[in-house]
C-alpha cells in the first residue's frame, strides 16, 4: 500500500472551530479526488484538544501535535505516479491546495509518500 500522508498545522490565528468546520469540508473535496484516482482507502484524522496531547509532546521534547492528519491510500505507487502526470489531475490538485490555503500553515505542515507496513489489523472485540 501507498500513501499520500498530509500532517496539517493550521493557520496561526485561525480558531479550532473554523479549522475543523474548513478541514471537514477539505476532507468531502480530498474524498471525491481519491476516487476518481483509484484510491482505496481515504482517512482524515483531528487532533483532540486534551491536555494528554501537550504533557506527552512535553515528556517526549517533541514538537506540538498536528491539529489534522489526512491520508489516501493506493494499492500500488504506480497508479499515483500515472494519474500525478494527467493534466486533469494536476487541476484537482492545484484546488484542494487552494481550499488547503485557507486552514493550513503549509511551513509547519509536513506532506509526504509512504509504504505502509500493516502490522496489526482491525482485532475484533470479545465480550468478557
Not at 494528554?52 to 500500488?76: H, I, K, Y
Request: aromatic content about 8%; proline content about 5%.
Amino acid at each position: 500500500m501507498v500513501k499520500l500522508v498530509q500532517c496539517i498545522r493550521r493557520r496561526p490565528r485561525l480558531g479550532v472551530d473554523d479549522f475543523r468546520a474548513a478541514w471537514e469540508e477539505y476532507g468531502d473535496r480530498l474524498r471525491e479526488m481519491a476516487i476518481e484516482l483509484g484510491a482505496v482507502r481515504v482517512t482524515l484524522s483531528t487532533k483532540l484538544e486534551s491536555p494528554l496531547n501537550d504533557a506527552l509532546a512535553a515528556a517526549r521534547g517533541s514538537a506540538p501535535a498536528f491539529d489534522g492528519v489526512a491520508e489516501v491510500a493506493w494499492p500500488t505507487g504506480a497508479a499515483v505516479l500515472t494519474d500525478a502526470a494527467q493534466p486533469a489531475t494536476r487541476a484537482r490538485i492545484a484546488s484542494l491546495r487552494t481550499l488547503q490555503e485557507k486552514f493550513a500553515d503549509p511551513a509547519r505542515s509536513a506532506f509526504f509518500f509512504v509504504h505502509e507496513q500493516e502490522l496489526l489489523g482491525e482485532v475484533e472485540a470479545t465480550a468478557t
